[in-house]
């Protein structure tokens, strides 16, 4: 109990303290930045007209127009009832029915309103919940310090990373500092202030840390940067008349998607080979060094394997239309937008290869010649 306490505190005086930093920000807005828009929930309370239906070429989809009746539920203007035409189209899938809930934007007190996206905030908050209680259930002390150390990392990327690149600090260096904090922080709430919290601390820093050098050497001598990703245009746009750089934000992503699985397996070396020396005080380094790398063979096999899926996963759409279109490899191999998703899967599982032997000579160098048992 008192160590949740101590977490939730820490946690709220680390908010405070981003907060203050964050407020202090100032920054050049981008130029199409929608100045005076209000946004709302609403919820449909009848459907006034309405000719959606199915499309000729995909009866899968819906399309038409509608006019709905909604009544307002957030904000100065909840009560309020208002219409608004509602255009159901093949890219906006936004059909509603009474109950549905939207949220509205206005420029103008809601005499006149657009539908800007279907009401999803209690759906991730339920999912949320239910993950957070899941974690809790089942890791108890140690599943409240799972979720302490993921909202810490989380606040480190938005409001942390985030101004500093504002501020004009190197995206791969503020990408560092970032996976440095998060990773000593998640360490040191799982296992206190221990040689095994440092040495996976120090591990997960330096194999991520090597994820980057080998992105920026990639980026230079390949030409796989932030310039040759979709985003570029919109990146360069509202960056304008700041101290932002956006050259390296790519090998800082690739940074960052790296740590969570650095530091997993990196904690997963260094736990089990503790937990070797403390069963077995006189258990050699020859045997942990062999022990280690045996148990990161295994958790190489899955690791890799989950982190390019992943990066598969998430460029599904990608594969689909590359696929239908019957590239040729020629082209398909030096596609910009291929390239990138596929040095992000590759770097990143490079860094968790490399976790493994660094994990387990490190840690074999710290406890491998004590003889007694090893306290966490």
């Given at each position: 109990m008192k160590k949740a306490v101590f977490h939730i505190l820490f946690i709220l005086l680390y908010v405070a303290v981003l907060w203050g930093y964050n407020s202090s920000q100032d920054f050049t807005r981008p130029g199409d930045y929608p100045e005076g828009i209000e946004y709302a929930r609403a919820t449909v309370v009848e459907v006034v007209e309405s000719d959606v239906g199915a499309d000729p070429d995909y009866d899968y989809i819906r399309i038409g127009k509608q006019v709905l009746r909604m009544e307002i539920t957030s904000g100065k203007y909840q009560g309020k009832t208002v219409e608004v035409r509602n255009f159901v189209t093949r890219t906006t899938q936004?059909?509603?029915?009474?109950?549905?809930?939207?949220?509205?934007?206005?420029?103008?007190?809601?005499?006149?309103?657009?539908?800007?996206?279907y009401e999803r905030s209690g759906l991730v908050l339920t999912l949320a919940a239910a993950f957070i209680a899941l974690v809790i259930l089942y890791g108890r002390q140690k599943g409240v310090a799972a979720v302490a150390a993921l909202i810490v990392t989380l606040l480190n990327v938005v409001f942390l990373f985030m101004p500093m690149l504002i501020n004009g600090v190197p995206a791969i260096a503020a990408a560092i500092l970032v996976v440095l904090l998060s990773t000593l922080y998640t360490m040191v709430v799982l296992?206190?202030?221990?040689?095994?919290?440092?040495?996976?601390?120090?591990?997960c820093t330096l194999c991520?840390?090597?994820?980057?050098?080998?992105?920026?050497?990639?980026?230079?001598?390949?030409?796989?940067t932030t310039m040759n990703t979709p985003e570029v245009e919109n990146l360069l746009?509202?960056?304008?008349?700041?101290?932002?750089?956006?050259?390296?934000?790519?090998?800082a992503g690739i940074l960052i998607?790296?740590?969570?699985?650095?530091?997993?397996?990196?904690?997963?070396?260094?736990?089990?080979?503790?937990?070797?020396?403390?069963?077995?005080?006189?258990i050699t380094s020859k045997q942990l060094l062999h022990s280690g790398m045996n148990i990161g063979r295994d958790i190489m096999g899955t690791m890799t394997n989950t982190l390019i899926l992943a990066f598969a996963g998430s460029?599904?759409?990608?594969?689909?239309?590359?696929?239908?279109?019957?590239?040729?490899?020629?082209?398909?191999?030096?596609?910009?937008?291929?390239?990138?998703?596929?040095?992000?899967?590759?770097?990143?599982?490079?860094?968790?290869?490399?976790?493994?032997?660094?994990?387990?000579?490190?840690?074999?160098?710290?406890?491998?010649?004590?003889?007694a048992s090893i306290s966490e």
């Open positions: 936004l059909e509603g029915r009474v109950g549905t809930r939207y949220i509205l934007g206005s420029y103008d007190g809601y005499f006149t309103a657009n539908v800007m996206s296992n206190g202030l221990s040689p095994k919290s440092i040495i996976a601390t120090v591990c991520t840390a090597f994820a980057g050098v080998l992105a920026w050497a990639v980026g230079r001598f390949g030409g796989v746009f509202i960056t304008e008349n700041t101290k932002f750089r956006i050259d390296n934000l790519l090998t998607a790296s740590m969570g699985a650095v530091m997993d397996t990196c904690m997963s070396i260094v736990s089990a080979l503790f937990e070797l020396k403390g069963q077995n005080a006189a460029s599904i759409n990608l594969v689909v239309i590359y696929y239908m279109y019957c590239m040729p490899a020629i082209s398909l191999l030096n596609s910009d937008v291929l390239v990138v998703e596929m040095v992000k899967g590759l770097i990143s599982s490079m860094a968790v290869v490399m976790s493994i032997p660094f994990a387990t000579f490190m840690t074999t160098a710290v406890i491998g010649g004590k003889r």
